[in-house]
């Protein structure tokens, strides 16, 4: 930023430069406009300030431009990261469903085992 100062300002002088040195009247037409007889100076001033001016509001509606287009990917950002917690929250409960199913299908396999081990167990103290 502050090079682009220091270029605009070193621009600056040099117009102004310019045009102090080129001080002679010259007549100037342009479509169906016509001035005779004005200052080389106030041309050369008068068109870098129109040109300056110019270049101000497109930069201006570029500024704008940007800054909304900003506010709308913050948006969609947001948006984005609500529905990033809300996949996060749905595989979490679907990671608890499958641990409680496979504690429940554990439970159900142990249950099912569980007279087998009593008949080893009664065998092995039979033996002894």
């Given at each position: 930023?502050?090079?682009?100062?220091?270029?605009?300002?070193?621009?600056?002088?040099?117009v102004?430069?310019?045009?102090?040195?080129?001080?002679?009247?010259?007549?100037?037409r342009?479509?169906?406009?016509?001035?005779?007889?004005?200052?080389?100076?106030?041309?050369?001033?008068?068109?870098?300030?129109?040109?300056?001016?110019?270049v101000?509001?497109?930069?201006?509606?570029?500024?704008?431009?940007?800054?909304?287009?900003?506010?709308?990917?913050?948006?969609?950002?947001?948006?984005?990261?609500?529905?990033?917690?809300?996949?996060?929250?749905?595989?979490?409960?679907?990671?608890?469903?499958?641990?409680?199913?496979i504690?429940?299908?554990?439970?159900?396999?142990?249950?099912?085992?569980?007279?087998?081990?009593?008949?080893?167990?009664?065998?092995?103290?039979?033996?002894?």
């Open positions: 930023m502050q090079a682009y100062l220091v270029g605009a300002l070193l621009f600056a002088v040099l102004a430069i310019f045009a102090i040195q080129n001080v002679r009247p010259v007549d100037i342009f479509l169906t406009w016509q001035i005779q007889e004005i200052s080389l100076v106030l041309v050369i001033l008068g068109s870098a300030s129109i040109g300056a001016v110019v101000f509001f497109l930069g201006t509606v570029k500024q704008i431009s940007k800054g909304r287009q900003i506010k709308e990917l913050k948006r969609k950002n947001a948006d984005l990261e609500k529905t990033i917690q809300e996949l996060q929250a749905i595989n979490e409960t679907r990671d608890n469903l499958k641990q409680d199913a504690e429940t299908k554990l439970d159900e396999v142990n249950e099912a085992h569980a007279p087998l081990i009593d008949e080893h167990e009664i065998e092995k103290e039979v033996r002894s």
